[in-house]
């Protein structure tokens, strides 16, 4: 366990700080892959659906049909873009896997205790994810240590706060928040997130797990840790 750092928001990022990259790049990827064209073929009236095909028309410049369409999103999952419409699509697959219990979240050993504790201490919890909130809110409902949602006061994504590595992101949360940025503090795996956040005047920590991606990654002025 880390040293205590008082503040009245902890937001966290999942990939790599929370959870194991590998379970996102491979085994969620790998489950949504196959589904989105079946997805977005079998869901035609749904507003979530609509919005997210139509943005990839937009980003992509791509008419054609879904066949089109899903090759677009497999190059972006392969290039591991954080691309709203693709984050939308799969946030839905991902919401009915976890439901069906084909899915299941795993955390780091010290993730829940360090949730529980903060919660208990009185912090207040966000998440800020390239994931969609829809696919947050399944993640932290279906995992291997029952429910967390009722630790979470909010949950941020690309589409309801903006790109993660602008400081314009971490105003717009803090003004969410109803918190001074000065009492916010973020945990992230991704030294470019931690500069937008501490641009915004928050508070950092650099997460740098053994074994994961960034664990050699030059955090620079941030506060560097291996656990929560």
């Known amino acids: 366990m880390t040293d205590r750092i008082a503040t009245g928001w902890v937001v966290l990022d999942i990939e790599g700080t929370l959870s194991a990259t590998d379970q996102v790049l491979v085994t969620l990827y790998d489950y949504a892959r196959p589904r989105l064209g079946p997805w977005i073929d079998e869901h035609p009236d749904d507003p979530a659906v609509v919005e997210a095909v139509a943005q990839v028309r937009e980003l992509s410049g791509v008419e ?4 089109e369409l899903v090759a677009v999103l497999h190059g972006w999952m392969d290039a591991d873009r954080k691309a709203t419409p693709l984050k939308a699509l799969q946030g839905l697959i991902w919401q009915e896997g976890y439901a069906r219990g084909d899915l299941v979240a795993e955390f780091f050993p010290d993730v829940v205790p360090a949730l529980r504790r903060w ?3 009185g912090v207040k919890l966000a998440v800020f994810s390239s994931g969609s909130v829809a696919g947050q809110v399944a993640f932290f ?22 790109p993660k590595r602008e400081a314009s992101s971490y105003l717009k949360i803090a003004s969410v ?6 009492d916010i503090t973020f945990w992230s795996d991704v030294p470019a997130e931690l500069h937008a956040a501490a641009e915004a005047g928050w508070r950092t920590v ?3 797990r053994p074994g994961e991606p960034q664990e050699h990654a030059d955090f620079g002025p941030h506060r560097r840790v291996d656990s929560l």
Request: no cysteine; aromatic share 6%.
């Open 64 to 67: 054609g049909g879904t066949d």
């Open 119 to 121: 919660h208990d201490e």
């Open 141 to 162: 409902r279906h995992t291997t240590d029952g429910d967390l949602t009722p630790l979470f006061e909010h949950h941020f994504d690309t589409s309801n706060a903006g």
């Open 177 to 182: 928040l109803d918190a001074d940025p000065g």
């Open 206 to 208: 650099g997460v740098a």
